[in-house]
């Protein structure tokens, strides 16, 4: 078994309501991290995380499961929490031992009680996390309004650092705006993708939300501030360097969206 330096170590714990997707978001990360060789679906009954016979016949989590995987020469400990009230003591150990969390949200429901159930907990235990806007492909996904929801739930201290290309049955992608580039999935749930210039129809969209994420990190730091107000630019590299440490002490939460079921988002 390969030996991993404890500074090449990560526990990261999925949290959400339930239904929102943390067991499928665990197989796609296992899938295209190679871990596994088929990507496993809980209506199916066949994901590694849901194995206990209750799991795979009611298609919901009972028990915090672990699966490691090796992404960049760093091991990625995934800790697929519940998501129902009931097993809220299991929810409880999965954050004790997380260095920080992933939070599902599904893209047509928006916040829900186990979303703010499971923030706040993240919060109180001073984790960092990573807002997911998971489910684009299903019917009434609307990302602007789940920020919109998560915004008026959790506050401000929110940077979107991507946007989807589409919604429902046309999610095909997602744009990075750090790097300003689309990139748009295959269908065959690969996961993989072809990366391009952002198109002229999503100018408008890259302008707002770029716009949401440079206030959020200015809000942060004040040295962006004074330059954001001035009208100076700031380059990708020091808006990175202000995200990895707003995110860390936990005083800003990046939003990243994709389907997990479908594979898109997820190697981003």
Known sequence: MKQYPADRIRNIGLFAHGGAGKTSLTEACLFTSKTTTRLGKVEE???????DPDEIKRHISVSAAVAPLEWKDTKINIIDAPGYADFIGEVRSALRVADAAVILMDASAGVEVGTEQAWRQAEERGLPRVLFINKMDRDNADFAAALASARAAFGNALAPIQFPIGAERTFRGVV????????????NGSGAFDSSGIPDELADDKETYRQQLVEALADQDESLMMRYLEEEEISVEELKAALRAATISGRLVPILTGSSLKNKGVQL
Request: no cysteine; aromatic share 10%.
């Open 176 to 187: 990075d705006l750090l790097k300003e580039q689309a990139h748009t999935y295959q269908t």
């Open 45 to 51: 009954g066949n994901t590694v995380t849901d194995y």
